[in-house]
């Protein structure tokens, strides 16, 4: 599948099956998330793989959006790995470089035939208690990945993107 066709076709799944997702997929999923690009090479990103049935249950505790998904992608910024901008206090790029290590697991897994939903309703310091991460470590986002159940489709509106003509200013 060509890159195009990846972007086109991929959607957030929120209904997941019961079939496991194998190690060698999992681990080509997280080598993309090792590659994927961050400010300075700092790589601030900790990845954490859910997949015990108390990791889920605990997870479940504090986000209601797990989709039945048998392993979940949490991904945090280590603030004192992440890099700030000399130039002003108000740019870190942790949330940043975490995002774009998602976004290259979220195409990975699809390209595998694996599914998965970016999920960023939660409170990071409840899911941060709830699984004793150091202080330094922001939750940024959790990923629910595996198999779309039978028949799974887009949620309504997945196509509605708005146009170029609606995003794109050329100055």
Not at 29 to 35: G, P, V
């Amino acid at each position: 599948m060509n890159f195009s066709d990846l972007v086109k076709s991929r959607y957030s799944v929120r209904s997941f099956s019961d079939k496991k997702v194998e190690n060698e997929k999992l681990e080509i999923i997280l080598e993309a998330a090792r590659l994927a690009p961050t400010a300075c090479n700092n790589q601030p990103q900790k990845i954490y793989v859910l997949q015990s049935e108390s990791a889920i249950e605990k997870l479940k505790k504090v986000s209601k959006f797990v989709f039945g998904a048998k392993t979940v992608i949490m991904i945090t910024a280590d603030r004192n790995k992440e890099w700030k901008s000399p130039l002003t206090d108000k740019y870190h790029t942790g949330e940043i470089d975490c995002s774009i290590v998602c976004t290259h697991m979220m195409l990975q897994a699809w390209e595998l035939g694996i599914g998965s939903c970016w999920v960023g309703y939660f409170d990071p310091d409840l899911v941060s208690r709830a699984f004793n991460l150091p202080e330094n470590e922001q939750v940024i986002a959790l990923l629910p990945i595996g198999y779309p159940v039978d028949g799974c489709k887009p949620a309504n509106g997945h196509y509605a993107s708005k146009t170029l003509d609606e995003i794109v200013s050329y100055l």
